[in-house]
Structures are given as C-alpha cells and as structure tokens.
C-alpha cells in the first residue's frame, strides 16, 4: 500500500513534534503548517489523505478552514484537534461535516486510533470478519448437518443473513464464494426439512407447528396491541429478512426496537396464498370454504387479493377483539401519497393496517427490466436498492409524521423472495399455472427429485379445484420452465428473484415490533 499522506494543521506546531515523529514512525507521511491560509494554498497543490486541523488559530480559525477544504474537496476526511469542548463548537463541526472530533491534550495513540478508523477500517473490517466467520464456519456446518428444529432453523438463517451482510462489507470475493456454498447446502437442506415437516405443520391437530401466515395475527399481532396508543400493521409485501435488515436502521431513526422476529410464510410463498391468510387468520383450503365467493383460484379470472380487508374483520371478530381498524392498501405512487397526507387521521383509530406493496412491485419488474437487473444485480444490491426505496419513500415519510405522537408498530410481510439459477423442466396443460417456483394443474409431469409434490392439495392446506389437482414447488434456487421455447425462458429468468416455492429466503420472514422513542 503507498504512503499516507496526513496535513497536521496547528498554529503551535513546534510543540506537536513528538506526535509527528511517532506518525512517521508508523509509517504515515506528515506535513506540517501553522495556519489556515497555508493550509488551504497546499491542499490545492498536494494530494492528502487525512487534515488534523487545529480548531483555534489566528488569522483564519479551524472552523472557517474547514468549510473551505470542503469547497477544495468534499470528501477529504478532515479530524478536528481542539481544546475547546463547547458543544456548540462540536455541533458546528459536526454539522460542517468532521470527521473526527479531538480534545486536547491528545494522547499519540488516539490520533493513530483515528487514522485508523479513516483509512483502514474497510481493511481492518475485513480481516476480522475473514476470521470471524472461518471460526463460525464449523459451527453451522453443524448446525445443517443436525436434525434441526423449526426455531433452530430460523436461528440458522438469521446467523446466515447476519455473515452474508458482513460479507458485502468485507469484500472478499474468495470467502463469499464460501459461504455461498454454505448457504446453498442450508437451502438444500432446508428443503429437506420442509418436505418431512411441512403436512404436519398446517394439518389441523398439529401441536407442534410454528408461527405462520395463518397465525401470525393471533400471535403476533392480537398479543402486542396497546390499548393506550394507537396501533399500526404495516406489512410490506414480498420483504425478505435481509431486507428488512437493511431498512431497519431507518426505522430505529424514529423508533424504538422493542421485538424483532421471523415466522415461516405457508407454501406457495405468494402473495394471493399468504396474505390472504394472513388477513383470513386462515389455511386457502378453510378460506375457500368459508368464503367461497371471495375466494379465487389460479385459474380463475379477477383480483386474488380484493377482500382482505373483509377477511381482516372476520377474523377479529373471531378472535373476539372488538377493535375499529383502518384499511390502507399501496400500490402506486399516488396512494402513497395519500398515505402522508392521511396519517394523521388514521391515530383516531386503535388499530390501522397499512399494506404496501413496492418491494413486490419491485421484484417483478427487475425480471423485465434491463435497467433494475443491472440495478439488483444480486443480493447486496438488492438489500441496497431496496434500503434506498425505503428511505425515500412515501411509507418512511408518513412514519416520520408519526415518530412524534405515542403509537405501537407492528411490521411484517407475507413472503420473500429468491434468486433462481437452476432450471427445472415441466410439463403441464395449458390451465396450469404461470408461476415459476409453483406450478398448479391437473396434468402435472415432472421429476419428483427436484420439486415437493402435494397430489392431494388439501395435505397442504390447499384447495382443490378439479378431481386431478395437484400443486409441485421448487426448491432451492430452481424455477419451472415448460418445454415450449424452453431456452428462451431458462436464459430470460436465470438470475431474476422470484417466489412461490421452498427456500430458506421464501419462508423465514421478518415480523418486527417497534414504539415511540
């Protein structure tokens, strides 16, 4: 690596000669100058690294110096060296954008702590999480290698999702081709897992299932309304956990984190079958039962998600919770729009559900569009598009109008996503399905290796249409094609996230509890 090149800026310079010399001696170039005005003529001659600049000096003071290295150079990192511990000096500076902030007299040793963290945190960062993750390593090969329970798998992911965004920090192309592989090997599996335990799960009787899209609101939400405040269930459609991740910090902007969770989305992992039990407190095959006109099937004509605001009501009542609520749906631009301008009226209510639907948005049209596939070209960017969206959106806006009034947040989704690569050959008639990690037909013909067969539909809780219904589910990354223009689409979908079937990023999704700070 070349020599860094630091400008110590200090009108008593002579004194600091000590603290050069132990710079030097660490490996750092140093030049030295006792004002602003010289600083200022150097900087625009010299390539630097790092400014130490004196907050109190003649003639031009350090804060004044500052704002005009900025106007030389934005980005050049800049550590402000003062006596001075007035915090209306230290929210000038740090409102002029410092770096770092020092209180003399300084120690050696903190100033080379602050070079460090400008100049060899991405270095250092990466180094720490190599060895952190080489020792954890063995522990979730353990981990997928042990008959894992529905809450130790959740825990696996988590720790997954966790390495995965250290991972994108690190920037170690060698190490991430290792823990995909690991995270490949958790999906297969997991779907292993799902395939042993899934009928047992949602078969009426069962004892031992966990939290899901059926029973998410008698779970999680009914259990931690407050009767005090007003109550919001914001659920943002298809947002998988290491998305959530990444807008999380957003949100601990204007609230507080009180519970953060995951709970397994039913199959298919889509939005007519998950949120629709969500808002039913139901499995399809009891929604269609109940609500037979609500209800529609794939291969039906109309809306699949047009009564969930119907399904919401009937299912508190059924719970016994006498609550008036609100019912905003988002899905364009102008509803989100509304959604600011409304917010306020909504806290007359004590319980309002918010249900927006970009990210979801988002996924579909990143598969038919060049610009976004260039855009979320894979996970990282994914997480970081989406955090952008977030953050400039009108949902984060209407938060925001809230941060200052008591309310309770209660945030989740319906189901994730996954990146698909592997194809896997179909063949249906032409009523069956267009999904591409589900298929749903009468005359289904496939390998039974690569997908989870349900013949009879109602062992998943599914409806069943016609005598010869069945519904097949990919695994892993792999998506179902049709033999008819069987290249085009293989190549046309390689890479694109999709859901509906059987992954670790499809059916462990986030459900999060936040209040007023």
């Known amino acids: 690596m070349s020599q860094i090149n630091i400008l110590w800026v200090d009108d008593e310079i002579d004194s ?37 600049l004196d907050e109190s000096m003649p003639g031009i003071t350090g804060l004044e110096t500052l704002g005009k290295i900025k106007e030389i150079d934005q980005q050049i990192p800049v550590v402000m060296i003062t006596k001075n511990e007035a915090e209306n ?8 954008q410092i770096t770092d902030y020092l209180i003399k007299p300084v120690n050696p040793n903190q100033v ?4 460090k963290k400008i100049i060899d ?39 997954l ?36 335990n899934y009928a047992d799960w949602v078969h009426p009787k069962s004892t031992d299932a966990p939290v899901m899209s059926h029973t998410l609101v008698r779970d999680k939400l009914i259990p931690n ?17 290491d998305q959530w991740k990444a807008i999380q910090p957003v949100f601990q902007e204007s609230f507080r984190l009180v519970e953060e969770d995951t709970f397994y989305s039913i199959l298919p992992t889509s939005t007519q079958y998950s949120r629709n039990a969500i808002f039913a407190g139901m499995l399809p095959v009891d929604i269609e039962r ?11 004509e109309g809306g699949k998600n047009l009564y969930e605001e119907e399904f919401f009501a009937a299912q508190l009542k059924r719970l016994k919770v006498d609550a008036r609520f609100s019912y905003t749906k988002v899905i364009n631009h102008n509803d989100g729009q509304h959604l600011v301008n409304n917010i306020h009226n909504l806290l007359d209510y004590p319980l309002n559900v918010v249900v927006y639907n970009f990210v979801d948005m988002m996924s579909h049209a990143r598969t038919e569009m060049e610009v976004l596939k260039e855009l979320a070209g894979d996970e990282t960017s994914y997480r970081s598009i989406t955090a952008s969206w977030f953050e400039h959106s009108p949902l984060h806006q209407a938060l925001k109008r809230l941060a200052d009034r008591k309310i309770n947040l209660i945030v989740a989704t319906d189901h994730g996503s996954v990146r698909v690569k592997t194809p896997v050959k ?48 990919a695994r892993e990354d792999g998506y179902l094609c049709y033999p008819n223009n069987y290249n085009y689409f293989v190549n046309y979908y390689r890479n694109t996230f999709q859901h509906g079937g059987i992954s670790l990023e499809e059916m462990i999704v986030p459900v999060a509890r936040l209040v007023s700070k």
């Open 290 to 300: 109940q609500f037979p006109v609500q209800w529609k099937n794939d291969d039906e």
């Open 426 to 473: 179909v063949i249906g008639d032409k009523q069956t399905t267009t999904n591409l990690r589900y298929k749903h037909g009468r005359n289904l013909n496939y390998d039974p290796k690569e997908v989870l067969a349900f013949r009879d539909p109602r062992e998943a809780g599914l409806p069943k249409p016609n005598v010869n219904s069945s519904y097949i589910f």
């Open 16 to 52: 600091l000669k000590s603290q050069i010399l132990f710079l030097e001696n660490k490996g750092y170039r140093v030049s030295a100058l006792t004002n602003g005005y010289d600083a200022l003529e150097f900087l625009k001659e010299q390539v630097v690294d790092v400014v130490l």
């Open 121 to 159: 945190n991405k270095r250092l960062v990466a180094e720490k999480t190599t060895s952190a993750y080489q020792q954890e390593f063995r522990t979730l090969f353990m981990a997928l290698s042990s008959n894992q329970d529905h809450q130790e798998w959740m825990d696996t992911y988590k720790k």
């Open 225 to 241: 309304l407050d009767s005090e405040v007003p109550n919001f269930f914001i659920l943002i459609d298809n947002l998988r956990y």
């Open 112 to 115: 080379l702590l602050s070079l």
């Open 161 to 196: 999702v966790y390495w995965e965004i250290e991972m994108s920090k690190a920037n170690s192309p060698e190490l991430l081709e290792v823990f995909n592989t690991q995270k490949a090997e958790a999906n297969t599996e997991f779907a292993k897992f799902i395939s042993r």
């Open 89 to 96: 000096v230290m929210d000038d500076a740090i409102g002029r």
